[in-house]
């Protein structure tokens, strides 16, 4: 810490970590010690070498491999370009600053830091505040970066001129062109101190010539251009049938239909299809250029697929009311990262939901602190018409289970006592009540990485939907061979199944995924502890599912060769395999996998101790259509 004087130079860590989208540890206490967790990120410098060191936080997901399985859920509805973002952490620091330079010590693989955006508000001060006085700035913006040289990089990018001070940063990423998972040690954020008369800088009216982002003139936009206010209702089918059938139309009609010279002449079904090529906020723009296309694009049925995320700093009170006019067919919704720093307050989102969202199909609300017990018990009121739902870690913020949490419980291991208290604590998907959700009953995509949920009520979801195809209860410490069981009894057409780091497996759960779940495409069985040795399972599994694409077997320590040599000969299809840390194998049995699959485009045999550096440089050069990992520390 420098001095505490206003104006005077200050260099700082980040205090806490305050959200984050995902991350590869397991699911803690804040505070508590995790290997690979974001809240690493928080405190001074601590890894001293490049490599990849569990001190650091790494996120979970990293290159394109992920995009291309069966699982992947792409956006829902059209998403601008300029946004890249797939992750993100915000980290909260001692003293408000205006930011001059940023550091970030990126320990492994850099390259993915996309955005840095800063808040005049921290979390715990913003909840004295409306709604609108929350502000983002986005201080540097840029693409993913490849082909890094392999040291620790200190990444300082040149900062836009910050125009309040701050307390809260927040990191964006995008790992699509990294090579391998990104390792991050500390964020530096430095700057002069902010007076205690400047902070916080409250704006309730923005000025006029300030210099607006994309996402942040949305919200204007939507005000200007709402048609209650501005507009007048486009014309019915009826008359627009009567306008070309009569004849003796009067002269001021034929003068309002030539308004726009050649866009009046193309046909409105072509316009529907141009337009829906375009993104929420380029619809908006597109709308301000004559009277056709503000009557084209302001067609509700353009709005039936919503994707807000790319907009999460502009969606608040005000945004929401402008645009429920344009809102009343909407099929699917993504409001993911929505909510922040209290923007938008419970009354508006359960109006909003109420009066836009009845016949929705899909929601998606990923790390948004919008979902609450209320949001559920809406999501429950659609009944069997809701096909997917997605609340990634939207109830892994522990600060309000911190209260509820004794000494002797923090000094516990039980992963899975520590969740059901937590989930005590605050609303998740079991809510104060008691189960919210009985009525799904037609999910087929269900995400609940991260999130709080005992495994009593999961198991509720999966028996009360059959007709469930993907399933992902990644990091939720929840019992693995329950889970399991209960889809391998109940859900037939399973095709995908996440169970990162659960609890309790067996192999008896591995039987029962195999004999109820035939058209498996994808298993991820990371980090899974294994209540019993899983004998021969794996090779059932191969059996009995030979349309197997992709398996992750991360640190599960069990397999053998056998297993190997059953995957190289009953699943032809198989593309991804993650071995990292199945020190039993050898290397025979992986050459055989690479020699029978053919479509083989990823393999991760980081950590096999009987995998030889000079072996992984040999098959990299006989199979360069696969991307061979072996990572080191």
């Known amino acids: 810490m420098g001095d505490d004087s206003s104006g005077k130079s200050l260099q700082q860590y980040a205090e806490s970590v305050v959200r984050f989208s995902s991350h590869y540890g397991r699911n803690v206490p804040y505070g508590r010690t995790s290997a690979y967790s974001a809240y690493n990120l928080a405190g001074s410098e601590g890894v001293m070498s490049y490599g990849d060191h569990t001190e650091a936080m790494v996120l979970r997901t990293y290159g394109p491999w992920w ?3 069966p699982s992947y859920a792409p956006p829902l509805g059209p998403c601008p370009n300029w946004f890249m973002s797939e992750d993100f ?5 001692d003293d408000a600053i205006f930011p001059e330079k940023v550091v970030i010590r990126e320990t492994y693989h850099p390259g993915s830091i996309v955005r840095i955006l800063a808040c005049n508000l921290a979390p715990s001060e913003a909840e004295f505040y409306p709604p609108s006085a929350v502000r983002w700035q986005v201080l540097w913006s840029g693409s993913p970066q490849a082909d890094l040289p392999h040291e620790i990089r200190n990444f300082e990018p040149p900062l836009r001129k910050p125009e309040f001070p701050t307390r809260l940063l927040r990191l964006e990423f995008n790992s699509q062109l990294a090579d391998y998972y990104t390792e991050l040690d500390c964020c530096k954020l430095c700057g002069p101190k902010a007076a205690a008369k400047t902070y916080p800088c409250i704006i309730l009216d923005e000025p006029a010539a300030k210099k607006e982002s994309l996402p942040e003139v949305t919200e204007k936009l939507f005000r200007q ?5 501005h507009a007048a209702p486009l014309p019915s089918v009826e008359r627009q049938v009567s306008d070309v059938s009569d004849a003796g139309a009067e002269d001021d009609d034929e003068e309002y239909e030539m308004l726009n010279g050649i866009f009046d002449c193309i046909p409105f079904e072509l316009w529907f299809q141009i337009l829906s090529y375009l993104d929420f906020h380029s619809l908006c723009r597109a709308a301000r250029v004559n009277r056709t296309w503000f009557r084209a694009c302001y067609d509700p049925l353009l709005c039936r697929h919503i994707n ?5 700093t502009a969606v608040n009170d005000t945004f929401l009311e402008a645009v429920e006019p344009r809102f009343g067919y909407l099929k699917s919704l993504d409001i993911s990262w929505t909510g922040a720093c209290n923007q938008v307050s419970a009354a508006a989102f359960d109006k909003f939901l109420r009066t836009c969202c009845s016949d929705l199909r899909r929601f998606r609300a990923v790390c948004s602190p919008l979902v609450s017990e209320a949001t559920l018990i809406f999501l429950n009121e659609l009944g069997g018409q809701l096909e997917e739902l997605d609340v990634r870690s939207c109830s892994f913020y522990f600060a309000n289970a911190e209260s509820s949490i004794t000494d002797s419980d923090s000094d516990s291991d039980d992963a899975a006592a520590f969740a059901r208290r937590a989930a005590k604590a605050r609303p998740s998907v079991h809510g104060q009540q008691g189960f919210l959700l009985p009525q799904l009953s037609q999910l087929r995509r269900l995400n609940l990485y991260g999130s ?3 495994t009593e009520n999961a198991l509720k979801l999966i028996r009360n939907n059959p007709l469930l195809e993907h399933v992902n209860v990644g990091n939720c410490n929840l019992n693995g061979h329950e889970i399991a069981t209960a889809l391998g009894t109940h859900c037939k057409h399973l095709k995908s199944l996440d ?3 659960s609890l309790n497996f067996s192999s008896d759960a591995v039987l029962a995924l195999a004999d109820g779940c035939p058209d498996l495409l994808e298993l991820d069985f990371g980090w899974l502890t294994f209540e019993t040795h899983p004998s021969n399972c794996l090779v059932y599994l191969a059996e009995k599912c030979p349309r197997l694409t992709k398996l992750f077997l991360t640190a599960t320590r069990t397999e053998r060769d056998a297993d190997l040599i059953a995957l190289a000969t009953n699943c032809p299809d198989l593309q991804q395999l993650d071995l990292l840390g199945c020190s ?40 360069p259509h696969v991307a061979i990992k072996k990572s080191y520390n």
């Open 584 to 623: 039993r194998i050898t290397a025979h049995a992986v050459e055989v996998v690479l020699k029978r699959c053919k479509k083989m485009s990823f393999l991760d045999i980081s950590f096999c101790n009987q995998v030889q550096d000079d072996i992984a440089r040999r098959w990299r050069e006989e199979y």
């Open 67 to 69: 995009s291309v399985m």
């Open 225 to 229: 251009l709402s048609l209650e206010d």
């Open 499 to 501: 169970l990162w780091r």
């Open 89 to 93: 952490i915000e980290l909260q620091y």
């Open 308 to 312: 807000l995320q790319p907009f999460w």
């Open 452 to 454: 709080v949920i005992t």
